[in-house]
């Protein structure tokens, strides 16, 4: 290890090491390491921030040319383009979706909505969230692979884990079969393509697609006419090629040609890829708009309410669900008049979960031991504690052992060959896992990962650095050594204390969700042992990827469900080690003792319940179907994460998790100051968690669940059309225009507008225009993408204002606050002021006339 460390502080500077350099690195880029950021795929504060108001659309920016009209054509331009270029094309190239093929359906995302609705996906259950995902895996799957980017179909499908090989290609087929059934083919470029032949151009087809060119023809074939398909003399698909448009596909094709860049014109809807990547190459590129921005957004908002209409049709079968409640005699009999928290969340609402799961379990144990397989049930400490108690007290006996192996060992103790580590890597989702948590799981100590770490930082690409630097082969070695040491010690671990044979079945019961230590002991164990590992959890994730030996009494897409794990677990420390003996190593309890007391009285109730719910279910003789149980039980636990009373919340306001991975281990579950203000900024139901929604309200909790559930396309602008007039004056002291802008509302009566920085100008707010009285929550700088590059509020000279904290005072009409640039360096892009603030009184309130 020591000739690691030496090796690699050889090849970096030391003058040049900024100890806080991977700190800046980490406030920069929150995403990589903040895990409980709630953005949708694609949706991150850049395009939030983007949308809440472009000024470049109504403010003036002279130091920023704009020449995108010389490069963007609509559809009644199409007809007359060869015109304007004349004789000077030579090669006519055409982008392929939404240029030439459009499809049926608003997004491309909604083709794997049509997807699952085809009988071969319902039959294998496969969901779009699967495919989605599944698409992800691949990606960064690949990229570990070969360094490439580029997949085809059937490299997605491959992580589709718990499908036969045959399953998995009858999927992709039927994948192509679904985009041949939905997309047509946008006749202005039918006809630019008949026109280009007769003018005897070259005519191609270059696009950015995991489906491969004879897949692609295909799709063409369906919808071309015959003429048109057979002038088409090439088509380029990235994935052919190993390289997308915009890095080096354009330079292959103009060496195909066999003419100057300047004779190829080439049209696309993507204006970084068809247009941007092309034009450096001295190809002459149009940008496509299909729409308006106003027929756009319109179009964006009607896809938004698509899915909704659902909630006024008759009942249908899919949505509409009988209400079932199995359990209200115990309720009755049990007579919980004022009854305390701990009974409310323990006795009425994790029992009934817990009695399904219960029944769950105990019928797949008896199921498999009917099939003549000797079967152990193991409880995985610290979260299935409680799950192991409730099925002692619903079968009342002892079944099966309370175990501590937990996902990090599992995970830690598998890494045997390059492969092993290129498949954790993988499957590592950079928005939740930070550099050090990849190395403490793949066990290298602490000073191998900071030498890693100041070299990555020196890349332009930190990420990619970082994981290739994991792979070089004496760290590999390291890895490999310090797995193997491990994986003797769970070993013997789990062949003295749990006592497994040849041939045993072993039932890993635990609350869910991943199932990564199922998918990992089974990669390790397996065949060594050889012994059948299962697991049987409360809930499970709706990934491809997921075990094909695991079920659960609850699948979703989302783990909303803390505060129930939290209160199944055992008051004792994480399994972190083991001795030579095999004996476990605990580490140090984090939590409180009151957070403890808390949890204790909640398993009370549980147990309370299931012993309550066996006496009366044997005294009147009814059995329920497990599919009502089930029912009941995913009710209980969506109605106490997503609606909880004001005992539950008051009960669970001081309660905290631990992650063993996070440097910053202990983390409230929801605080409802930091709520409030989060919401002034940026009132999306997606960043805020289950509690913190009810917290503000049903109506926020409700917009977060129907966003979530149909991956609505909307932003804050849409919430709600409440705005807050605002006059600005923008630019030199003798060159400046006044304009009227409107701040859009946040929430609480909070509104928020973006000003453009532009260095050596002046943005001069003329408050005392509308207002008497406001309050100033927040003043900050912010860049292109919508980071936050400082709080700038010490820097607003005020004419006119009396100010006392965030309270401003308007003196009169002519009252101005003026934003200095002095002091704040220049940029190459742009970069806003973001303000936050609430109107207390107006001045036409102060002065009706």
């Known amino acids: 290890m020591q000739h690691i460390l030496e090796r690699f502080f050889a090849g970096i500077p030391q003058a040049d090491i900024d100890p ?46 704009d020449t995108h009209h010389k490069m963007q054509i609509k559809a009644p331009d199409i007809p007359n383009i060869l015109g304007v270029f004349g004789d000077s094309v030579k090669v006519l ?17 909604d083709v794997f909505a049509v997807l699952a609705d085809n009988p071969v996906a319902r039959s294998l259950g496969i969901t779009p969230h699967q495919r989605i995902s599944a698409a992800a895996r691949a990606y960064r799957a690949k990229r570990l692979e070969n360094g490439s980017c580029q997949i085809d179909i059937r490299d997605i499908y491959r992580f589709f884990t718990s499908l036969s090989g045959e399953e998995r290609e009858l999927l992709a087929e039927t994948e192509i079969q679904t985009e041949i059934d939905i997309c047509f083919a946008f006749s202005p470029y039918v006809d630019l393509i008949r026109q280009a032949h007769t003018h005897g151009l070259k005519i191609i087809i270059v ?19 015959v003429d048109v398909l057979l002038a088409i003399s090439k088509v380029y698909c990235s994935v052919d090629y190993g ?18 860049a300047s004779q190829l014109l080439h049209i696309g809807d993507n204006e970084v890829s068809d247009v941007q990547a092309p034009r450096k190459l001295g190809v002459r590129a149009l940008h496509f708009l299909q729409f308006d921005r106003e027929v756009a957004d319109f179009l964006r908002l009607q896809h938004a309410a698509s899915p909704l209409i659902v909630l006024e049709q008759a009942a249908p079968e899919t949505v509409v669900m009988p209400c079932y409640s199995p359990f209200r005699p115990i309720f009755s009999v049990a007579n919980l008049q004022r009854c305390a928290p701990a009974t409310v969340i323990g006795y009425m609402s994790f029992g009934p979960v817990l009695y399904a799961y219960c029944r769950f379990l105990m019928d797949e144990v008896d199921t498999l031991q009917r099939q003549g397989k000797r079967v152990k049930v193991l409880f995985l400490l610290r979260d299935a504690y409680l799950l192991s108690a409730a099925c002692e007290a619903y079968a009342g006996k002892p079944v099966g052992k309370l175990v501590r192996i937990r996902g990090f060992i599992a995970i830690a103790a598998s890494f045997r060959t390059r492969a092993d580590v290129d498949y954790y890597i993988s499957g590592i989702n950079p928005e939740v896992h930070d550099f050090h948590c990849a190395a403490r799981q793949l066990l290298l100590p ?13 890349s332009s690409d930190p990420q990619t650095a970082f994981y290739q630097l994991l792979r070089d082969h004496e760290v590999l070695d390291l890895i490999f050594k310090n797995s193997s040491a491990l994986r003797s010690r769970l070993r013997r671990y789990m062949s003295r204390q749990l006592e497994l044979e040849e041939g045993d079945t072993v039932i890993l019961a635990d609350t869910g969700y ?47 469900y803390d505060l129930f794990e939290q209160c199944c677990t055992a008051k004792e420390g994480a399994a972190v080690d083991y001795d030579l003996d095999g004996e476990p190593i605990l580490e140090e309890i984090e939590l409180s003792e009151n957070q403890y007391k808390k949890v204790i009285d909640v398993q009370d109730e549980c147990v309370r319940f299931i012993n309550d719910a066996g006496v009366i279910f044997t005294k009147t003789g009814v059995t329920h179907e497990y599919s009502i149980l089930q029912r009941a039980a995913h009710a209980a636990l969506f109605r106490h994460a997503h609606m909880p009373i004001e005992a539950e919340l008051e009960y669970f306001e001081d309660f905290q998790h631990d992650n063993f991975m ?22 999306s139901p997606y960043r805020l968690g289950a509690y913190d929604t009810r917290g503000l309200g049903l109506d926020f909790t409700f917009s977060a669940l129907v966003q979530q559930r149909f991956q609505l396309d909307l932003c804050p602008e849409d919430m709600n059309v409440r705005f807050s007039p605002l006059k600005v004056s923008i630019g030199r002291t003798h060159d400046s225009e006044v304009l009227l802008l409107r701040a859009h509302h946040l929430h609480d009566g909070y509104f928020s507008i973006i000003l453009p920085y532009v260095s050596g100008t002046s943005a001069k707010m003329l408050l005392g225009e509308h207002y008497e009285w406001l309050q100033i929550e927040d003043l900050q700088l912010l860049n292109s993408a919508g980071s936050v590059c400082g709080n700038v509020s010490s820097s607003l000279d005020l004419e006119e204002i009396n100010r006392e904290g965030e309270i401003y005072r308007c003196l009169s009409q002519a009252s ?20 936050i603030f609430r109107p207390l009184v107006s001045r036409a309130a102060c002065n009706p006339s």
């Open 816 to 835: 101005v606050a003026t934003i200095r640039s002095v002091g704040l360096q220049q940029f190459k892009t742009p970069h806003y002021y973001h303000m």
């Open 662 to 683: 996070e440097l910053d281990r202990k983390k409230s579950f929801y605080n409802i100051e930091s709520v409030l203000k989060n919401v002034r900024r940026l009132p």
């Open 207 to 225: 696009s950015d697609t995991y489906l491969r060119e004879d897949e692609l023809r295909r799709l063409l074939a369906q919808h071309l006419p």
């Open 20 to 65: 806080l350099l991977f700190d800046n690195f980490r406030r920069e880029h929150p995403s990589i390491h903040h895990h409980d950021a709630m953005f949708p795929p694609g949706r991150g504060l850049t395009e939030q921030t983007t949308r809440q108001q472009k000024p470049e659309d109504c403010l003036p920016w002279t130091d920023m040319p």
């Open 514 to 560: 991943n199932g990564r230590t199922l998918e990992y002991l089974s990669r390790t164990f397996k065949e060594e042992l050889n012994i059948d590992l299962l697991g049987r959890y409360v809930i499970a994730s709706d990934e491809p990827y997921r075990s094909a030996d695991s079920k659960a009494l609850i699948t979703t897409p989302w783990w909303k």
């Open 446 to 458: 602490p000073e191998v990962t900071d030498s890693l770490l100041r070299i990555a930082l020196k």
């Open 243 to 260: 390289t997308l448009k915009s890095d080096a596909l354009f330079e292959i094709v103009i060496n195909d040609c066999g003419v100057p």
């Open 93 to 109: 190239s055409l982008d392929c979706f939404d240029t030439l093929l459009w499809r049926k359906t608003a997004t491309p995302e």
